[in-house]
């Protein structure tokens, strides 16, 4: 049951409320270029966002405590006390800010969780342009991404959650605009595998196999990668096995692993395609996660 304090959400004065969408990032590619002295990876890629994902409702509070109540299909699966991210982040912004109030916060969590599709950076992200609107917070977008930055490296570019080219750790963002992408059906499916993302980078092989060129969507087709795709395969061999079958679809035009797995992506040229995928794959597969969605455009 939600806590006592959403029972009585619709009682109080709209603008004390708010919610949030934390859109599924995808890495419609992702080049690892080396490790760096502080330990993190060098990377490039491009990322997409869908246009669903996880739900963050919230409410100011007067008591000064940040609260979280989870819900949704993998509500179960995470944690409500100081270790989740959107209490992480609520505690993060309160302090910069110097925040005396509170906030009582729902997560539906509708993405799987350690899936590579950004869930928790998403739902940090959104954390903090929620509670940025309850407590009526102005703060430059460089200053927000900083402070993101200490939260998680893909949360700053969560942030905005449009397509960007993203490099270094994540620190270094560019609006990036493929009006080809703009709105294109998008297949999300996780074969019900959990991965560590930091076991999947300490088994990148090293090679640098080169820079990402994203230009148009051929190159991005063509030239594009995931470098971290045989260290998740080997931790996760059914993720080739998603990987075929992809790419099998009719009317797909692009499919791979997104960020460290296990979720891979589709796209495709038409929605009738995609629902048609989606649906043959559902009958096949009756165990794995499918999402049908699109890439968000704005």
């Known amino acids: 049951m939600p806590p006592p ?10 603008d004390m409320q708010a919610t949030e969408i934390a859109y599924a990032k995808i890495n419609l590619a992702l080049h690892v270029r080396s490790r760096r002295p502080d330990g993190y990876h060098a990377l490039e890629s491009l990322f997409v966002f869908a246009q669903d994902g996880d739900r963050l409702d919230g409410r100011v509070t007067e008591s000064g405590a940040v609260t979280l109540h989870t819900d949704g299909p993998f509500g179960t699966e995470i944690t409500e006390d100081a270790d989740n991210l959107v ?5 993060a912004l309160r302090s910069y800010l110097g925040e005396s109030r509170g906030a009582a916060l729902r997560l539906t969590k509708n993405l799987p969780v350690a899936s590579g599709i950004g869930g928790g950076s998403a739902d940090t992200a959104a954390t903090l342009r929620l509670l ?4 009526d917070a102005k703060i430059e977008r460089a200053k927000l ?3 993101a930055l200490t939260i998680g490296s893909d949360v700053p570019a969560c942030l905005a959650s449009t397509t960007r080219l993203v490099r270094g750790r994540g620190e270094l963002l560019e609006d990036h605009d493929l009006p080809e992408l703009a709105g294109a059906p998008l297949l999300l499916v996780n074969p019900g595998v959990a991965l560590s993302t930091g076991r999947v980078f300490a088994g990148w ?15 991005l087709c063509v030239g594009g990668r995931n470098d971290l795709e045989p260290a998740a395969r080997r931790e996760a061999p059914v993720i080739a096995d998603v990987l075929t079958r992809l790419a099998q679809c009719q009317g797909q035009f692009l499919s791979r692993m997104s960020g460290s797995g296990a979720t891979c992506f589709a796209l495709f040229e038409t929605e009738d395609t995609m629902r048609a995928a989606a649906q043959a794959l559902r009958a096949e597969y009756p165990i794995w996660w ?3 969605t699109r890439i968000r455009t704005a």
């Open 5 to 14: 304090e959403f029972e009585m959400i619709q009682n109080i004065n709209i």
């Open 87 to 91: 209490v992480k982040a609520a505690a």
């Open 132 to 135: 940025m609107r309850l407590w």
């Open 145 to 147: 991404e900083e402070l």
């Open 205 to 219: 092989d090293g090679m640098d196999r080169g820079a990402l060129v994203a230009d148009n969507l051929k190159e």
């Open 290 to 292: 499918i999402m049908e």
